[in-house]
């Protein structure tokens, strides 16, 4: 079993739909949890970073995180056909924080 | 400012050759990584550089892969006896610090095909 489970799509919907990505986790040490967005032939950029438990808001995107669960998800609300990227979650422990972990990432479509 | 930059941005080599990969980390940033990111899967752990030193290397696959940072900034993926198993984009990444609490700016990478 993987450390980090994230369901790899592709997942596709209309341009202004609420989108909710998410990924499961293993190693209840993680404390620092990240969404990445990659584009094709892209190097994967920081969206989103929280630290513990709780909701984030930045614009569109919210980032929540259970630990409880061992639950992490993205929302991103009036998607746009600009958010077509690869989505990527990521997570590190607080002791070191040099091995940053990955999910296998989701394939997101936004219709116009 | 400028972003972390790799070059080359494609490499095509033969079964066997030796290959160099390079990476220029963000001004300032003393913790240098390298991840390496196969087709629709996410970018997998191989070295973390704090300054000149490897910190942890214990995601390097076997000993044809080494990687080197001499002067804390500029740092080289080295892989001998080039495998078709290598070919795969290599990622390298950059934090201000090397801890938890800062995260990584990664660079475009490099796509490595081994024919």
């Known amino acids: 079993q993987k450390e980090v489970e994230q369901d790899p799509g592709p997942l596709s919907v209309p341009e202004g739909a609420i989108v909710s990505l998410n990924c499961t986790y293993s190693?209840?040490?993680?404390?620092?949890f990240m969404w990445y967005r990659q584009y094709s032939r892209k190097g994967p950029e920081l969206l989103m970073y929280?630290?513990?438990?709780g909701n984030k808001e930045d614009g569109r995107f919210t980032a929540q995180v259970d630990k409880s669960s061992k639950y992490i998800s993205l929302f991103i609300r009036d998607s746009q056909p600009s958010d077509s990227a690869t989505y990527l979650c990521?997570?590190?422990?607080?002791?070191?924080?040099?091995?940053?972990?990955f999910g296998a990432g989701t394939r997101l479509f936004v219709k116009a | 400012g400028a972003g972390v930059s790799q070059t080359p941005s494609n490499k095509v080599t033969e079964k066997g050759k030796y290959v160099e990969l390079r990476c220029d980390p963000i001004?300032?940033?003393?913790?240098l990584y390298w991840y390496r990111q196969s087709l629709g899967q996410g970018p997998e752990f191989l070295i973390y550089?704090?300054?000149?030193?490897?910190?942890?290397d214990s995601g390097l696959p076997n000993d044809r892969f080494f990687a080197v940072r001499p002067e804390g900034s500029v740092s080289t993926l080295k892989i001998q006896r080039t495998e078709r198993g290598d070919s795969a984009v290599y990622l390298c990444?950059?934090?201000?610090?090397?801890?938890?609490?800062?995260?990584?700016?990664f660079g475009n990478g490099t796509r490595l095909t081994v024919t």
């Open positions: 990521a997570m590190t422990t607080n002791t070191g924080g040099f091995k940053t972990i």
């Open positions: 929280t630290y513990s438990s």
């Open positions: 550089f704090q300054g000149t030193g490897a910190a942890d």
């Open positions: 990444a950059s934090s201000l610090r090397g801890q938890s609490n800062s995260p990584l700016h």
């Open positions: 001004s300032g940033h003393t913790a």
């Open positions: 190693n209840s040490a993680f404390q620092y």
